[in-house]
């Protein structure tokens, strides 16, 4: 039972374009969202959250909307840059719970 | 350090052999966790440690699996008797605390059972 989706095992877009990610998720108990951004080899690094209160956090070029009556949220890059290119992880818990269940990720391949 | 670390990065083994991974969080942060990657999955849950109290065990998937943390820092994950379903991503990960969203992750160990 795959509680965080992302349906979209890759996207492709231009540099300077806008790219959107996509997560659904199936439990109403979570309350708090999170994207974690993965580089080959690499452990995933924290991106940027979002509480249940909230309907979107900004933060610099990054953006994360919440929709919590369709249960989906999405990662906005603008203007998307080469070094962008990596998988991205939608995250989510109850705040009352440590654990993280995770997506499968997307691979963001951004190109010049 | 400045970072989690995880050793080691590479793990190749036999069917049946026994392991053990290491994970060394950041100084100062009190809650540490196990997550493991297969192909083409996301992240699942294995163990979490916080603090002092009794570790949450609930997402390690069968009795070969263990973990411990000593002194509240470094910890190790051991799989008994691998099999090949086994193989896998195996990810460490700590924080401040438990309440503290972000989590810092190591680069992770790829086992691999022959």
């Known amino acids: 039972d795959q509680q965080v989706k992302q349906n979209s095992p890759s996207l492709s877009v231009q540099e300077g374009r806008i790219s959107i990610l996509n997560c659904d998720y199936t439990?109403?108990?979570?309350?708090?969202f999170l994207w974690y951004k993965k580089y080959p080899a690499e452990g995933p690094t924290f991106l940027i959250s979002?509480?249940?209160?909230?309907d979107k956090n900004e933060d610099g070029r990054f953006t994360v909307f919440l929709n919590k009556s369709a249960k989906h949220l999405s990662l906005h890059i603008v203007p998307s840059q080469p070094g962008d290119s990596a998988v991205y992880f939608c995250?989510?818990?109850?705040?009352?719970?440590?654990?993280?269940?995770f997506g499968k990720g997307t691979l963001l391949t951004v190109n010049p | 350090g400045a970072g989690v670390s995880q050793s080691p990065s590479n793990k190749v083994t036999e069917k049946g052999k026994d392991v053990e991974l290491r994970c060394d969080p950041i100084s100062g942060h009190t809650a540490l966790y196990w997550y493991r990657q297969s192909l083409g999955q996301g992240l699942e849950f294995l163990i979490y440690f916080q603090g002092n109290s009794a570790p949450d065990k609930s997402g390690l998937p069968s009795d070969r699996f263990s973990a411990e943390r000593t002194g509240g820092s470094v910890s190790t994950l051991t799989i008994q008797r691998t099999q090949q379903e086994d193989s896998a991503v195996y990810l460490c990960a700590s924080s401040v605390d438990r309440d503290n969203e972000k989590l810092f992750f190591g680069s992770g160990t790829q086992l691999s059972v022959l």
């Open positions: 995250a989510a818990r109850r705040w009352s719970n440590y654990k993280l269940t």
């Open positions: 979002i509480s249940s209160i909230k």
């Open positions: 439990n109403s108990m979570f309350d708090y």
